[in-house]
């Protein structure tokens, strides 16, 4: 039976699966990111655990991976990857099938997510989704009658980088305003000085400063999103990322904002959910994008 390895990189750690075509994960393996982890390090780690997951010949038949940040149209080249020393424009996919004779392709780490959702999460029952990750930053992927859309040169799907406030805050990406400035892990302490872990835990306990700072956050998420699906008209919004751990006080703000934002026509039967993949969802996603080449 052919099976498919995904793997998500990440800045303190390297996550692989080995899946076949029904989803299910047959080995997993978690190593670290080598320190400093330049493109030639991380290469040879990648290899040595692909060995280790591939132990039997022709086993494994394509390898899928995530990397933190935009990847080319084609899925070969990481043009930049965060947190990652000297990631300029690396040919990853080329040398990971020098090195292992398996086809190989990659993607952005939020469009991995979302695939991963799409195939095994909360969006396996739609077509059309969109998922929102909201972490450090606001990532975000467009799933399109079951596909990835990753835009004309691969970089499409920045959810968190639309406008929301002309004057807003500024945004690493040039941008004034951007809906990450508003939900993102590094918003919210800036301004609250809390972590999102604890004014959930805060809003649990009822502190009423809390609840009031998470029916803002749902008002400006719900602003953005109503923008989005003017646009896609996805049939799911899935909410993943650290902070949707705090989803309860937030969602019904969010689902308010839409209601009164968005035509009826345009979120019909509109699911707004939490993602259920959790930390996997990058590692499943890649391992999808992988069964793309086979299939």
């Known amino acids: 039976m052919t099976q498919v390895i995904g793997i998500d990189l990440g800045g303190t750690a390297i996550k692989l699966g080995r899946f076949s075509e029904d989803g299910i994960c047959h080995q997993s393996l978690t190593v670290p990111t080598p320190q400093p982890a330049t493109p030639e390090a991380v290469l040879g780690t990648m290899t040595d655990a692909i060995l280790q997951l591939n132990p039997v010949e022709n086993a494994v038949s394509a390898i899928g991976i995530g990397t933190p940040g935009p990847a080319d149209a084609a899925g070969r080249i990481a043009r930049v990857a965060i947190n990652l020393k000297n990631w300029h424009n ?27 959702e799409a195939w095994l999460g909360a969006g396996k029952h739609f077509k059309n989704l969109i998922l929102l990750t909201l ?50 892990v ?10 999102p872990v604890e004014l959930a835990n805060l809003a649990k306990s009822g502190d009423a400063k809390a609840l009031e700072y998470w029916q803002n956050y749902g008002r400006y998420l719900g602003i953005g ?23 309860e006080f ?3 703000q969010v689902q308010a904002e839409i209601q009164q934002r968005v035509l009826p026509s345009s979120r019909e039967d509109l699911q707004l959910l939490v993602a259920e993949l959790g930390n996997q969802a990058g590692m499943v996603g890649a391992a999808k994008l992988a069964w793309q080449l086979v299939q």
């Not at 690396?90 to 939020?110: H, Q, R, S, Y």
């Open 135 to 184: 972490g450090t930053g606001v990532g975000g992927a467009v799933i399109l009658d079951g596909k990835l859309f990753a835009g004309y040169q691969g970089a499409a799907g920045e959810l968190g980088l639309i406008t929301i406030n002309p004057d807003g805050p500024e945004c690493n990406s040039g941008n004034r305003g951007s809906l990450e400035q508003y939900v993102s």
């Open 90 to 116: 690396v040919p990853l996919a080329d040398w990971l099938e020098a090195k292992t004779g398996l086809p190989t392709i990659l993607a952005n780490d939020a469009n991995c997510a979302g695939l991963g």
């Open 250 to 252: 937030f969602l019904p």
């Open 225 to 247: 999103l109503a923008s989005i699906i003017y646009i896609l008209t996805p049939e799911a919004i899935i909410i993943g990322g650290g902070i949707s751990a705090g989803a």
């Open 186 to 195: 590094q918003a919210i302490r800036r301004e609250t000085g809390w972590e």
